[in-house]
């Protein structure tokens, strides 16, 4: 089946990480996975929620938008309670980058991480966890350089993939059109260490079998390995 932008159905789209996007925060990376865009900034703040207070530990939260004209219609703006679409993916971002920080070595410290989708076309959950990676990073080596932290307290990299089946065939990272006619979808984040963090995986129309679902996280991870090695070669020139 060719696939919508020619892409063979192992391939990544075209994925580019810009670090220290924005002039001010105290990290920031702007991420392309084809055509979806997300600006994705990290804010350091020097306390933590009351539940764990007087612990010693850090936290890693995260907000997730979208602009009005990042999709083919406009969206309004949310102007009071969030969607149940956004406030899930504002978990797994939050969950996905907590799974591999060292939040004793943190202190009580709070890093919130903003992912703000300009632009999409599928995949802005996955592409806000890579990005909100390199955010991340940057901030922290930001706080060693200060001598605030004696490391970077990081365990592994971690990003973020879609694969689905579309027509019988399985596909790797996919663009709206595809994830929008697509059997079975799943959004899968992992480490540097094959450690799966979330697999969220949906039968559309279809059910799935264990062998498609083996398949695909195999799919996933090959995938993510090239998204982390992008990571690594950004995060190692900060």
Known sequence: MPRV???EINQLRQVSIEPGFLEFAEGSALIKVGRTTVVCSATIEERVPQ???????????????????????RTDRSRSSLGGRTMEIQRLIGRSLRSVVQSQSLGERTITLDCDVIQADGGTR???????????????????RKKILHH?????????????VVQGELLLDLCYEEDASADVDFNVVMSDKGEFVEIQGTGEDHPFSRDQMNNLLTLAENGIKQLIHIQKEVVNNL
């Open 51 to 73: 539940f764990i207070r007087g612990q010693g530990r850090g936290w890693i939260t995260a907000e997730y938008s979208m602009l009005p004209r990042a999709t083919l219609s």
């Open 152 to 164: 970077v307290p990081i365990d592994s990299a971690i990003a973020a993939t879609s694969v689905g």
């Open 5 to 7: 932008d020619g892409r």
């Open 126 to 144: 996955t592409a806000a966890v890579t990005g909100a990676y390199v955010a991340l990073y940057q901030s922290l080596i930001g706080l060693v």
